[in-house]
């Protein structure tokens, strides 16, 4: 066993003093002045225990106090932990020639496009981002912080002019000088190429400098030089697609690169806290001491120890809930990936607030599994009346899925008596509709075997109104109206970029020729 914050055990130093001058101490003033008998009559509340001794008492809780806010704690485990420390700059090409409308608008969006993607799906990498022409310009250093990079480049407003002309060898250079502090040293090409050219120069740089490079070309045709360069750096090339596949490719390109070249280990110590027991032992001796003592009622007595008892012994664990963030996330990424199971999986693992509860409720509704969102569309509900509104709105939705539209339109009734929304307005108009013309054709078909074709007539309605309904859940995130005002004013705004220069030596042969 041993203490975190071993330095606080020092203040010990200050009970130790006053319990050893607690014995040197005299009688006080009224001991010297009354009998112990007179005393008694004195006291509001008598007291078992002298005050010397409850004094003492009070000094040791003051000491196991402090020994429990020195946190003791056994080592349980120590974990070892490796991760891969993947490092890339991604380098964009912006000059004249990816403004080709072969692929619509432009190379270049597309390319901007994959860039985006390819942040949004590289969790461990650390990146950064580079946009070159005859110059290059630094967009984002190299970073862990990919969500801020990726929430920049979606709302990125690039206004500058670049040069017409390509220089890849200015390109690898300043992608060097971004990379010089990192282990590995990758660069993602998202270009045309330019020229399809002999590039013996920029394959001496790449060689000598040990970088990888990893090419997307947008060219319309193979660019040999580029997969040439690629080749040469132990790297990876692939024209583009029009998914993701072409950014998965190059994404475990580097990841199975990464793992023969270098990982790092770290070393994780897991604690057994025992804060609990000095504390728990602090608070029965205030219990025993000084309310035991009291002339109180039992029942009084009772409650304060079942309370002491309890904090003592319900020992809950002391990082409950810090990594809440990364199963929210993963849940929010399965969902954006239609993977509704490990959603609700990962959704389930959390404390079932409201929130969590109405998306679940979402994810079982994207399932076609109606009822049971249902049950969780009800869970969620609260005080906020325009929450509930969208949460019966919803439940109306899921009735009609299921062909039950007399509750439907209860629940589309109880979301207008809270919030009128026009979408609630329009469900209900035509589930009262479908009901009408149903009660007319119950009329119709209500005698001997005319049953059995009212029936068959009925699943008919139920299948063509099904295949033929409007009715679309509309992911409502469960935030304050002022909150839900700002973050879309937020949204909608694109904030301007501001590009650094990064000064290079090098030049392709081709970089100064007229475009």
Not at 238 to 265: V, Y
Not at 313 to 328: I, S
Request: net charge positive; glycine share 4%; proline share 2%.
């Amino acid at each position: 066993m041993f203490f975190l914050y071993s330095y606080i055990l020092y203040f010990l130093i200050v009970p130790t003093l006053l319990f050893v001058f607690s014995f040197k101490k005299k009688k006080n003033t009224l001991e010297t002045v009354f009998s112990q008998a007179v005393l008694k009559q004195l006291e509001l509340h008598p007291q078992r225990l002298r005050i010397s001794v409850r004094y003492r008492y009070f000094l040791l809780v003051i000491s196991l106090m402090v020994i429990a806010l020195a946190r003791p704690v056994y080592l349980q485990q120590n974990a070892l932990i490796k991760q891969m420390s993947s490092s890339a700059v991604i380098a964009l090409d912006v000059s004249k020639s990816m403004q080709a409308s072969d692929i619509y608008p432009s190379r270049l969006v597309l390319a901007r496009e994959k860039l985006l993607r390819l942040i949004q799906k590289a969790d461990s990498l650390h990146a950064g981002v580079l946009l070159f022409a005859k110059n290059s310009y630094m967009l984002y250093p190299v970073s862990e912080d990919t969500q801020a990079l990726a929430y920049m480049l979606a709302n990125a407003e690039i206004k500058q002019k670049f040069e017409p002309n390509t220089n890849l060898l200015g390109a690898f250079e300043a992608s060097k000088k971004m990379l010089r502090l990192e282990k590995t040293k990758n660069i993602i090409l998202l270009s045309d190429g330019g020229e399809d050219i002999a590039r013996a120069d920029e394959i001496s740089y790449i060689v000598k400098n040990h970088l990888r490079l990893y090419v997307i070309d947008f060219g319309s045709k193979t660019n040999n030089s580029l997969k040439n360069m690629a080749q040469k750096s132990d790297g990876y090339y692939i024209k583009h697609q029009w998914g993701e596949g072409d950014i998965e490719k190059i994404l475990n390109a580097i990841q199975e690169s990464s793992q023969k070249t270098s990982s790092s280990e770290s070393h994780m110590k897991q604690y057994q806290e025992l804060f609990m027991y000095p504390l728990g032992v602090a608070l029965l001796i205030l219990y025993f001491v000084f309310i035991l003592g009291l002339k109180q009622k039992h029942t009084v007595k009772v409650a304060v120890l079942f309370g002491l008892l309890q904090l003592i012994f319900l020992n809950t664990p002391a990082n409950a809930g810090v990594f809440d963030f990364v199963k929210l996330q993963k849940a929010a990424s399965c969902y954006e990936q239609q993977e509704y199971e490990k959603a609700i999986q990962y959704y389930k693992e959390l404390a079932p607030t409201r929130e969590i509860n109405y998306n679940i409720a979402d994810a079982l509704y994207r399932q076609h599994k109606y009822l049971e969102a249902v049950v969780y569309y009800k869970r969620a509900l609260g005080t906020n009346k325009k929450c509930n509104a969208k949460i019966y709105h919803n439940i109306g939705n899921c009735y009609v899925q299921r062909g039950k539209l007399a509750l439907a339109k209860s629940q589309f009734e109880h979301s207008l008596a809270l919030y009128a929304f026009e979408q609630t307005k329009k469900n209900l108009q035509i589930v009262s509709q479908e009901l009408k013309k149903r009660k007319k054709l119950k009329k119709i078909f209500s005698r001997g075997s005319a049953k059995v074709c009212y029936k068959n007539r009925l699943e008919q309605m139920n299948n063509d109104y099904r295949a033929s309904s409007k009715y679309r859940i509309k992911l409502q995130k469960l935030v304050l109206s002022e909150e839900e005002k700002w973050i879309k004013i937020i949204q909608k705004q694109k904030t301007p970029v501001f590009l650094q220069k990064i000064r290079t030596k090098r030049s392709s042969s081709d970089s100064k020729k007229p475009w």
